[in-house]
């Protein structure tokens, strides 16, 4: 069952320009995590948050977690070519027994 | 270098004919899983293992097996592969429950 759904399915900026992306999921959960992927390689993990954070940075990525409104978001800040990528919101669902669910991505493109 | 190294990462075959992809990583982590991805559905998870001699299903296990002898060691297989098993697989793990997951950098299977 899919957990996290991401919005937009794909998006198109110029470099330079702020990227946002949104999860939003379902059910109760302890953390939600955002992963990258390249195309055809494996996911890199990007940042964790957990369920009692608001917010969390990391260099140029800032993630926002609204468990009242059960969302998520991705921004990252200067894009560059090189974050061109598909984005995944995952998330470790209560009770889920280590089951770490993942959406269907977003597909990031930085034109230069 | 701490890295999860999956095998073959390309392979054709055919119907029927068993198959088994192997997993292995280097963390010592407790937690491993397998993924397939597929355009359209994203990453679906098959099976994972909570530590060795425990696994369970996960959202897509038909047709397919693990075992964990080892704590490192993760084996998919594929009894009697067919078409619809088609697909790029990720192997990952992780040190424990929701924690970060390390991903292998995947096995695209094609099944004639």
């Known amino acids: 069952s899919q957990q996290g759904e991401e919005d937009p399915q794909a998006l198109s900026i110029q470099e330079g320009e702020n990227a946002t992306m949104n999860c939003s999921y379902k059910t109760s959960i302890n953390n939600l995590q955002w992963y990258r992927q390249n195309s055809g390689r494996g996911l890199v993990h990007l940042i964790l948050?957990?369920?009692?954070?608001r917010e969390k940075h990391s260099g140029r990525l800032r993630v926002t977690l609204d468990t009242s409104k059960k969302s998520s978001s991705l921004l990252i800040t200067a894009s560059r070519a090189a974050d061109t990528a598909s984005y995944f919101c995952?998330?470790?669902?209560?009770?889920?027994?280590?089951?770490?669910?993942f959406g269907k991505g977003t597909l990031l493109t930085v034109n230069p | 270098e701490a890295q999860v190294t999956q095998n073959p990462r390309y392979l054709i075959t055919v119907t029927g004919k068993k198959l088994t992809v192997t997993c292995s990583q280097n963390m010592n982590h407790e937690y491993m899983s397998w993924y397939r991805q597929d355009p359209g559905l994203g990453l679906r998870q098959i099976y994972y293992s909570m530590n060795v001699e425990v696994t369970d299903k996960g959202d897509v296990p038909e047709g397919y097996k693990v075992s964990r002898k080892e704590k490192r060691n993760f084996p998919l297989i594929l009894e009697s592969p067919s078409p619809n098993q088609t697909s790029l697989y990720f192997c990952a793990s992780s040190h424990g429950r929701g924690g970060e997951l390390f991903f292998g950098e995947g096995s695209r299977l094609t099944v004639l």
């Open positions: 948050i957990r369920s009692n954070e």
């Open positions: 995952a998330t470790d669902a209560w009770g889920s027994n280590y089951k770490l669910t």
